[in-house]
């Protein structure tokens, strides 16, 4: 028997035991010498209390979820603080608790990680992305304070996952696919890797649902060959090592699930072509024993040229450290073998919380120690909470946050000899601000191994970077923010530009401001009050007004966004006044005015020529603005458009213009249906169009090589609310996960 060998091709148990509170303080006990079990069933207590009669959508007791959450932090060795704030994590959000009451009870370590784990909910954001963005940035910044929160959330994350089977199809593709875009790249950043592997396997079980079964299967099929192949593998390193008189345990796993899926899209291989589906991992005590037994594979086995990686001689940003060599077998067949020492191993393992798991394994020498983590190990943190600061539209920090967590990593060095890790592309530019941010800004020239390169060139791993500056170079160039690849470096040179240029900011948001304003039809006067001007800062992060019109006129936030936050605060104020009722009287009086062919209405102009622009196909019932072409009549544009943001510049060529609501007319619109591809998806799209009696004028279907279907539609409606009906009913079709209008 292979002692440690773990062949199944299913990775994901059923989670079908019932964890106890009891089971928690046992798996507690196998790490720590002494546990503070008083303190772990007064927070159990407590959450029973609170939680009360609370169930879960399989109909379990909430209280399951905190204890699984706590039990899943026991196993990679958290201390008792932490295991109290996962079983307290929700008693905020979702009962009576509050902050002080849990401050009061529990101190302020546990009440300050449960306040970092719980969601912004009372707080109104004027959409989803919004919301999610403000709940990321409120979760790194408690980060920055204490790490462990992020290690309940990912625990909380993982219990969700295993049991995201109660869920309808849609919120199972949406936390799917949010844990694979934020919560896996995550556990991979902090070294957490036992809960990456888990978190990708589960995330593609629902994402790709056929795929994972058809590889679940194909692996089972092969598993009794695979299982000797490796077995006779191990047995002769085993073997050799023993001859080296080196002291090693050699153990072999199969790789995870989405690790070779994967693999198969990024080659195009079938299963079949795989054959490094199993690894073996050798285990010594010392560093000089790792490559003492790389030796030793290596004379056994030739190994394959361009698949060595030395991770213990550069270790990887997350402290993952251990040399991986694929190696040829009998007949040819690859295999990977990683080698590591036992600490090495540890911390591969449980990544950040082996650094709790390791302090309270000694506890009781010098009582209870201080936890540190060093410095250069939250590196990337600390980048992320320096450039989320200067992000306010929530779109743009979403997709750059995945950008950040998923990049690949190349490794660069230094003139003296200092590792550099920067994500893959990365120029010398991203080299410079990651130095330091005058270095960047100062910048003139690289040399690339000795080299002189253009600045714009793509690092590789090995590369001898040095940077040449210039005290005559007054700044970066506007250019470079087209090449660059780190967030870092894109938000340096913004700040550089906003600093220099704020004067011109300033002017070009305060216009910008008051464009939308008139556009809207209030008086300047009437919403620039003090109250109103408050609630866009707050929201927001400003510090006064200047910074918020330099914003705007630097682009990092629409006047739009802006406004419509004064606005819900203007609206609350004059509750009073029926406001419903002004916009009647002034949909009235519009009425008496002749339509266009097109079913708009031009303020003050009959017999205008109007003309519904293609870019945003508009229709009754959007929100509408005209731009008064040369010699074409009047366009008119949602004002949700990409291009509106253009013609406001011109301000004295926009026109008031409206529906006429008594006319009938149909008009087409283009929808994008994003999915994830299957047998069957275009037909059942073409029925919902064909049930809801939606006319189809066009449309265009592909799939990329990772199954992700994009259906491009041209529909006929008369309205906005057939519309969105179409839209809802579409969002329901089986794989789809989301579903948008042209802008």
Not at 72 to 81: P, Q, T
């Amino acid at each position: 028997m292979v002692t440690g060998m773990v062949l199944t091709a299913m990775p994901i148990s059923e989670y079908d035991k019932e964890i106890t509170i009891q089971d928690v303080i046992t798996k507690k006990k196998e790490i720590s010498k002494r546990v503070d079990t008083k303190a772990i069933m007064k927070a159990y207590n407590y959450a029973v209390q609170h939680h009360g009669d609370q169930k879960r959508r399989s109909g379990e007791p909430y209280i399951i979820h905190p204890i699984n959450v706590a039990y899943i932090l026991a196993g990679v060795g958290l201390d008792e603080a932490t295991i109290c704030a996962a079983l307290l994590h929700d008693v905020v959000e979702d009962t009576d608790v509050t902050d002080a009451d849990l401050r009061r009870d529990f101190g302020e370590e546990v009440a300050d990680m449960v306040a970092g784990v719980t969601k912004l909910g009372s707080m109104q954001f004027t959409s989803v992305e919004e919301q999610q963005a403000e709940d990321y940035r409120k979760m790194f910044l408690a980060m920055g304070k204490d790490i462990r929160v992020i290690i309940i959330k990912l625990a909380d994350r993982l219990h969700n996952m295993r049991t995201l089977k109660y869920l309808k199809r849609d919120r199972q593709i949406a936390n799917a696919k949010e844990t694979m875009e934020i919560y896996a790249p995550l556990a991979n950043r902090l070294g957490l890797y036992s809960m990456k592997w888990e978190l990708e396997d589960l995330s593609f079980k629902y994402l790709y649902p056929e795929e994972y079964h058809e590889l679940v299967e194909g692996i089972d099929k092969k598993r009794e060959e695979r299982l000797k192949f490796i077995e006779k593998i191990m047995g002769d390193i085993r073997v050799q090592l023993k001859k080296q008189h080196i002291d090693a345990e050699v153990t072999g796993r199969a790789k995870h699930l989405y690790s070779i899926y994967r693999k198969m899209k990024r080659d195009n291989k079938t299963l079949d072509q795989i054959y490094d589906l199993f690894a073996l991992r050798i285990l010594v005590n010392s560093v000089k024993d790792c490559y003492a037994a790389l030796g030793v594979v290596h004379e056994m086995y030739s190994p394959m040229p361009g698949r060595f990686k030395d991770y213990i001689a550069v270790p990887k940003p997350n402290m993952y450290q251990s040399i991986h060599t694929t190696l040829l077998g009998e007949k040819g067949t690859p295999f990977e073998v990683q080698i590591r020492t036992w600490e090495m191993h540890r911390i591969a393992e449980y990544g950040i919380a082996a650094h709790w798991a390791y302090k309270e394994a000694n506890y009781g020498k010098k009582g209870k120690q201080v936890v540190t983590v060093t410095k250069d190990k939250l590196a990337w943190l600390r980048e992320t909470l320096e450039w989320q600061q200067d992000m306010k539209d929530p779109q743009e920090f979403l997709n750059t946050l995945k950008t950040e967590l998923f990049e690949d990593e190349v490794y660069v060095f230094t003139p003296k000899g200092k590792i550099l890790v920067l994500p893959r592309d990365a120029t010398p530019i991203d080299f410079a601000y990651s130095i330091h941010e005058e270095i960047g800004n100062h910048m003139v020239g690289c040399k690339i191994n000795s080299k002189m390169m253009p600045i714009i060139t793509k690092l590789q791993s090995g590369d001898i970077v040095e940077i040449m500056t210039s005290d005559s170079q007054k700044g970066p160039s506007r250019d470079w923010l087209k090449f660059i690849k780190t967030t870092k470096a894109k938000s340096k040179i913004q700040s550089w530009f906003k600093k220099e240029q704020r004067s011109e900011n300033i002017e070009k948001g305060k216009d910008l401001i008051d464009k939308e304003i008139k556009r809207i039809g209030i008086s300047h006067d009437e919403l620039f009050k003090q109250d109103y001007i408050n609630a866009a800062l707050d929201r927001y992060k400003f510090k006064n007004l200047e910074d918020m019109y330099a914003s705007v006129g630097f682009g990092a936030i629409s006047q739009v966004k802006i406004i419509s936050r004064m606005l819900e605060e203007y609206r609350k104020s004059h509750k009073e006044e029926n406001i419903e009722q002004k916009i009647e009287e002034l949909t009235s009086k519009r009425k008496t005015v002749k339509p266009s062919s097109t079913g708009v209405v031009v303020k003050g102009i009959d017999n205008c020529l109007v003309k519904l622009s293609k870019c945003c196909n508009p229709v009754p019932g959007d929100n509408i603005i005209g731009y008064i072409t040369k010699g074409r009549g009047v366009s008119v544009h949602r004002t949700d458009c990409v291009n509106v943001k253009d013609l406001l510049k011109e301000e004295d060529r926009i026109i008031d213009v409206y529906w006429y609501t008594e006319k009938a007319a149909s008009y087409n619109v283009d929808i994008t249906v994003y999915a994830n591809d299957r047998s069957g998806l275009l037909a059942d799209v073409i029925q919902v169009l064909s049930n809801l009696k939606t006319k189809l004028m066009g449309l265009n279907s592909k799939a990329t090589k990772e199954h992700i279907a994009t259906i491009e539609i041209t529909i006929e409606v008369e309205n906005i609310e057939e519309l969105n009906k179409v839209l809802k009913e579409l969002r329901k079709v089986d794989s789809v996960y989301e579903v948008t209008r042209k802008k």
